[in-house]
């Protein structure tokens, strides 16, 4: 099946401080990328909607200027969260629709982000 | 905006017992996905249904949508500590390029 990764899986940072998350699609081209919080115990939240080559959708709530999104290919899409504040910390969750349209989203394994 | 609630929230059985999660939006389902998170780890795809009314099963999962596309159920027959982990409805649209709206899940744990 079709894999996506994210890089890191784990990562700990000081305040104030920038951190850019990686989501790659390894097997597949994805023309849509989407990005998730997950507090412990609890849904995935949509943060964004991350488009290869334009500008990402993000939702109601989500500081843009804050997670700053890149999608560059079809298959990276990037995550940055500057400024990182404690309130950041979270479980970071992208997935992947492959291009060919599939409905079925793969997700990557996650990252777990701890701001100190 | 919509909401997808699931009930219950948690789920305590026995092995060897059944198990059963509820899928209920505040609006008509375009397609219904479920979901399984394990523990630690990330979600992964189960199904989807697509029609009103549709009932599909996977060895011991039984999927249904309801005939108004507002719910839909997962049943796990004779429950096994494999099946531990957090289960997930989402509401998918008919766009490639378009969003899940994520259920509230429910966690199931297994007594041994």
């Known amino acids: 099946g079709a894999v996506v990764s994210q890089h890191p899986s784990r990562v700990i940072c000081k305040s104030g401080t920038s951190v850019k998350i990686e989501c790659r699609s390894l097997?597949?081209?994805?023309?849509?990328m989407f990005w998730y919080r997950q507090f412990p115990k609890q849904s995935l939240m949509l943060m964004a909607t991350s488009n290869e080559g334009s500008k990402a959708t993000y939702e109601q709530g989500v500081e843009k200027d804050k997670f700053l999104i890149n999608h560059a290919s079809l298959t990276l899409s990037t995550l940055t969260v500057t400024s990182a504040h404690p309130e950041d910390s979270s479980f970071y969750i992208c997935s992947a629709r492959d291009r060919r349209g599939t409905y079925e989203q793969y997700f990557g394994p996650g990252t777990r982000l701890t701001v100190t | 905006g919509q909401q997808v609630m699931q009930i219950p929230q948690y789920q305590h059985v026995q092995e060897g017992e059944d198990f059963t999660t509820y899928c209920n939006s505040s609006?008509?389902?375009?397609?219904i996905q479920w979901y399984k998170q394990r523990p630690g780890g990330h979600p992964v795809f189960l199904i989807q249904l697509v029609k009103s009314g549709e009932v599909k099963k996977q060895k011991r999962l039984t999927f249904q949508f309801g005939e108004a596309k507002k719910n839909s159920s997962l049943h796990i027959t004779a429950t096994q500590t494999t099946d531990v982990g957090t289960y997930f409805c989402?509401?998918?649209?008919?766009?490639?390029?378009?969003?899940?709206?994520f259920g509230t899940g429910t966690r199931l744990t297994i007594i041994p």
């Open positions: 609006t008509t389902l375009s397609n």
């Open positions: 989402a509401d998918s649209p008919n766009f490639g390029n378009e969003k899940l709206t």
């Open positions: 097997d597949f081209q994805a023309t849509t």
